[in-house]
């Protein structure tokens, strides 16, 4: 979730937590109470499904047009970006037609207008068409242990956001988590919609955290 934008917790923080197998106590600066345990995951861990919701706006994506598929091409455009310290979060490459494809990619949004500027120069080396920059999306994503062993999730995920008219432009996924690139107008739709199709409940204000 610390990867995904919550801002409860730093993500260098819970790395080195989980490198070093050190457990993390997480307690509220305003009250006192017991906090929450972030530590090795058990049994009961697996048993729930989507634990978390995140919704990051810090997001800003740009699509590097007509770029031609051959060995090498992605390597200069995230190279150059990479030189600059930029990191970059999801990328998606559409199939190849007539030896050209589109190339699009996610970074903070405060790197928007950086990265973009970047993969102008390079786009004469390259022999790409054009690059866009859209600073008005945000990633929502579902977090879970246990979606490592239960089917369906994504199609869950997906048909919600669907009977919202809420549409897709990127995914990403991993063992323990999907992201969903939509417009940054529907992010706060697209959360409810998930939190109520995932049996969130009045977990919200624990698990739903905004970036």
Do not use: W
């Amino acid at each position: 979730m610390a990867s995904l934008g919550a801002k409860v917790l730093q993500t260098r923080s819970v790395e080195v937590g989980k490198i070093y197998d050190v457990s993390i106590l997480v307690k509220s600066t305003f009250q006192e109470g017991e906090g929450t345990l972030v530590t090795r995951e058990d049994a009961e861990v697996e048993k729930v499904v989507v634990s978390g919701l995140t919704l990051d706006k810090n997001q800003a994506r740009l699509t590097v047009l007509g770029v031609p598929d051959r060995p090498g091409v992605a390597a200069k455009i995230f190279g150059k970006v990479s030189d600059a310290y930029i990191v970059v979060d999801m990328i998606v490459q559409n199939v190849s037609e007539q030896e050209l494809t589109d190339i699009s990619f996610t970074v903070a949004r405060s790197d928007g207008k950086k990265a973009l500027s970047l993969v102008q120069e390079v786009l004469p080396e390259i022999g790409a068409r054009d690059v866009k920059l859209d600073a008005k999306i945000a990633k929502v994503s579902i977090i879970g242990a246990g979606m490592r062993s239960h089917s369906g999730i994504a199609t869950t995920m997906f048909a919600t956001l669907a009977r919202e008219n809420v549409n897709i432009l990127m995914i990403s996924t991993s063992e323990i988590k999907i992201s969903c690139v939509i417009d940054e107008k529907y992010g706060e739709l697209a959360v409810r919609a998930l939190h109520e199709a995932f049996g969130l409940g009045n977990r919200r204000d624990e698990e739903l955290s905004e970036a």
